[in-house]
């Protein structure tokens, strides 16, 4: 009676929280009613929300439009005015390159080539695996590269798992009969004592398969841990490094566009080459073992199973047939967006943004010229034009002709189906969350109870930070996860006296750590709907992962992150600028 009482509450559970948790939070306007408290109920509304998910992830950020003018926190027009910023058209114009990017799919032909170069020998093939994946998911989402690389594994993995005899059954031991005679004489020459060679025989195919099992675990496991290190390398790679970049304008306009493309590559970038190299050696580790005779092969011949993996490697490349016009002018714009994006301010020499507009730096930013390059996708042809193919009717260019008329690169259709719009709403959540919270005092309330804090050194504040938000970002979206926690960050930065980025920067990278359970990213979930992994599998290894993780970003913000942001000193646009 009881259990089913439970579970018809668990059924009911989405209902429940969303009806109950706006009823348990109403003492916090009701009693206190200051703006503060009316803004402390909302972000707590939607923090519940958010880590439950009860409703969608946008629906929930859409609240603000809804509560702050009922609230008397900021008006409608500024609250609305929060939601398509200039780092959410950052984001839009790189998830179309990158949405022509799989459209054209560039991004399956750049990963199948790279794997044919690395081979497949077990370590080099996982190395191969987690390179491309991470290089890849630096670019478009990280759930794309893996839906795409899983595929490809699993592949690879049938050749190095199964390999039939000719009658197409798998070789199978007999377990001795309790009558067996205390010794025969096989056909080779081999004395079995008791039984004893079956069971030796016996034991050593289980270590095989366990072996197998392992082998398919750390391959499939190196994708989704692979695009969740590798997006945090970017600007536009994942949510949580847009949430930054759009909090720190929002929270600090003076900053001087310290937070771009540039910038962050420079010190995101080699901190993920290392990240990714640590995890390649602890995967390799757990799962494949540094036997080099086997794992690298050294001084071995390949395998009739790893001839037979390369071959399928190879087949679904050449399967893509030579790179048509359409490819390869995606291909040229993805790398006209990329050094626009380096040049436009690179830090250490003035970019042509600079000299364009007479050091006005604020006139052209990143978002431009990601929407710049995005609409080039919908005006240039996937065909070569009539007039440069001589006038030939047959001229061929890869598999494709000139003969119709030729439709650009990119269609709204395209772009519509494969655009996760939902981002864009989410990300506007966060910014209108921030405004509301500096409007009401909200900010600067907190920031005030945190002033105790100066007296702890900043690197263990941000190592306690980075371990908080990496635990929970395991519950909640990545996203979500920035965006309740870097504007409270701010403030306390600015309270203690602490430049800013010297806690968001590694916050912010800790939000995407989410590498201990399925449900954590989309990345995880796709693993382990294949099979191959447990549970306990992705947490054990996913522990060491998020300490691997920090352990880097704890690096990387004291070496060389110091000296490009520098971080010894509280700069003058946090002073100046009441959150």
């Not at 939070?25 to 880590?51: D, Q, R, S």
């Not at 081979?119 to 080099?124: F, M």
């Not at 390869?328 to 000299?355: C, K, Y």
Request: net charge neutral.
């Amino acid at each position: 009676m009881l259990a089913a009482k439970l579970k018809v509450l668990w059924e009911m559970r989405n209902g429940i929280i969303l009806f109950f948790t706006p009823i348990v939070f109403l003492p916090l306007p009701l009693v206190i009613g200051t703006t503060e408290a009316g803004c402390g109920y909302i972000i707590a509304l939607m923090a519940v929300y958010w880590c439950t998910e009860v409703l969608p992830l946008a629906v929930t950020a859409l609240l603000p439009a809804v509560l702050f003018p009922l609230f008397g926190i900021m008006q409608s027009k500024d609250v609305c005015m929060q939601y398509l910023k200039d780092t959410n058209m950052l984001f839009v114009g790189g998830l179309m390159v990158a949405v022509a990017v799989e459209h054209w799919n560039l991004h399956k032909r750049i990963a199948l080539r790279v794997l044919l170069l690395v081979g497949v020998r077990p370590a080099l093939l996982m190395l191969g695996f987690m390179g491309v994946t991470a290089f890849l998911s630096m670019w478009i989402s990280n759930t794309a590269t893996t839906a795409m690389m899983v595929p490809i594994v699993q592949a690879v993995l049938q050749q190095l798992n199964h390999q039939s005899d000719q009658g197409g059954e798998e070789k199978s031991i007999p377990l001795p009969e309790a009558g067996d005679k205390p010794a025969e004489k096989q056909s080779d020459g081999q004395v079995v004592m008791n039984g004893m060679s079956v069971e030796v025989e016996r034991e050593e195919l289980l270590r095989e398969e366990e072996e197998r099992k392992k082998m398919c675990k750390g391959l499939t496991l190196c994708v989704c841990y692979a695009a969740s290190i590798g997006g945090t390398a970017t600007l536009t790679g994942t949510g949580p490094n847009l949430v930054l970049s759009g909090q720190m304008n929002q929270l600090f306009p003076k900053n001087g566009d310290v937070i771009n493309f540039a910038s962050w590559f420079g010190f995101a970038f080699p901190n993920m080459i290392i990240m990714l190299t640590l995890a390649w050696l602890w995967l390799q580790f757990v799962f494949i073992g540094f036997n080099f005779r086997k794992t690298w092969g050294c001084g071995v011949d390949k395998s009739e199973k790893e001839i037979a993996a390369y071959n399928v490697i190879r087949e679904e490349h050449r399967s893509l047939g030579p790179m048509v016009f359409g490819e390869l002018s995606v291909l040229g714009l993805f790398v006209l967006l990329v050094v626009l994006w380096f040049t436009r301010e690179p830090g250490f020499v003035d970019g042509w943004a600079t000299h364009l507009f007479n050091s006005e730096k604020e006139f052209v930013t990143d978002a431009t010229v990601a929407v710049f390059v995005a609409c080039l996708l919908f005006v240039l042809p996937s065909k070569l034009p009539r007039i440069f193919c001589g006038g030939s009717q047959s001229f061929d260019i890869g598999t494709q002709r000139s003969r119709e008329a030729s439709a650009p690169l990119l269609t709204w259709k395209v772009a519509q189906k494969k655009m996760p719009w939902s981002i864009v709403l989410l990300l506007g959540g966060g910014f209108a969350l921030a405004k509301g919270s500096e409007e009401s005092g909200l900010s600067r309330w907190l920031g005030d109870l945190m002033t105790p804090l100066q007296t702890i050194p900043p690197w263990a504040i941000a190592i306690i930070l980075c371990l908080l938000i990496a635990t929970f970002t395991e519950c909640t979206s990545n996203v979500a996860t920035a965006t309740l926690f870097l504007p409270v960050l701010a403030s306390m930065c600015q309270s203690i006296g602490v430049n800013p980025l010297y806690v968001m920067i590694p916050c912010t990278l800790s939000a995407s750590f989410a590498f201990m359970l399925p449900v954590a990213t989309p990345p995880n979930a796709i693993v382990f709907s294949y099979g191959y992994l447990k549970v306990s599998d992705m947490a054990r290894t996913g522990v060491v992962m998020n300490l691997i993780g920090i352990l880097c970003i704890t690096l990387s913000i004291n070496t060389w992150g110091r000296a490009m942001f520098t971080l010894d000193t509280f700069p003058s646009w946090a002073n100046g600028t009441e959150v």
